[in-house]
């Protein structure tokens, strides 16, 4: 596994349980570049399967960080009725 994919894993971690799309968006640079250098073959050392899980899992947590501001704004629109 690289570095940039040990960072994009934990950054992916963080973005799940508090950091939201601060840390979700530098780890889906970091996967997405260790997934180019893999494709390209300058680093087939490194496992792809990691790569692509910590990519998946930062644009999950954008994803759930998006539901979640979509339903707190819209219970509070709710309220107000």
């Known amino acids: ?10 950054l992916g ?3 799940l349980f508090c950091c939201g799309p ?3 968006i530098i780890g889906i640079i ?6 180019d250098e893999i494709a390209a073959g300058r680093a ?5 399967g990691w790569a692509k899980g910590s ?4 644009i999950v947590a954008l994803v759930l960080f998006v539901f979640g501001i979509c339903l ?9 009725f």
Not at 44 to 48: M, T
């Open 1 to 10: 596994m690289g570095d940039n994919t040990k960072w994009a894993l934990g």
């Open 13 to 15: 971690i963080a973005s």
């Open 22 to 24: 601060i840390t979700g």
């Open 30 to 35: 970091l996967a997405k570049k260790d997934m």
């Open 44 to 48: 087939p050392q490194l496992d792809e």
């Open 55 to 58: 990519f998946y899992l930062n």
């Open 72 to 80: 707190f704004w819209g219970g509070a629109g709710l309220r107000r």
